[in-house]
């Protein structure tokens, strides 16, 4: 079942961008897919991505493979490899990241281990993906009210 945040309202019924649970197959598959390279990919295209499972070894390979060729058929070039995370932070819940806790510092807010504890790993991956320096971050306040941890 698709799992979209209210924080990506804007656009996920047209899915112009990326979602956050297709970037978080993306970085369990190693594969970094740029929006330009979304913007490729027809509507149908887009929503398999979104809807085919991506969690065990044998669907994370088969997703790999279904979005390195989608990537070279629409493209033209292979896709760009990401380095795979052994022990993903947003697995962890024993330990908030330090760049989510800082982020939530400059709100003036505060994340208790027992909050972490209670998201699931998409929300945590969200998080951490929204308090990325690199990353615009005008979602993260309204990622924590989803969450009602502001």
Known sequence: ???FFQFEADFVESLRCIPMQVRLKLDTCGIKLKLNQWHQFNPTERQALVD????SPEEILAYRKFLQNLVQERT?????ELPIETHPAWLNATEIPQQVQEKT??????MTLKAWENLTPVQRFALIKLSRPSHENHNFLPALQEFNLA
């Open 1 to 3: 079942m698709s799992q």
């Open 52 to 55: 085919q499972p991506c969690e």
């Open 76 to 80: 033209g070039q292979p896709a760009s």
């Open 105 to 110: 510092q400059e709100l003036n807010r505060e």
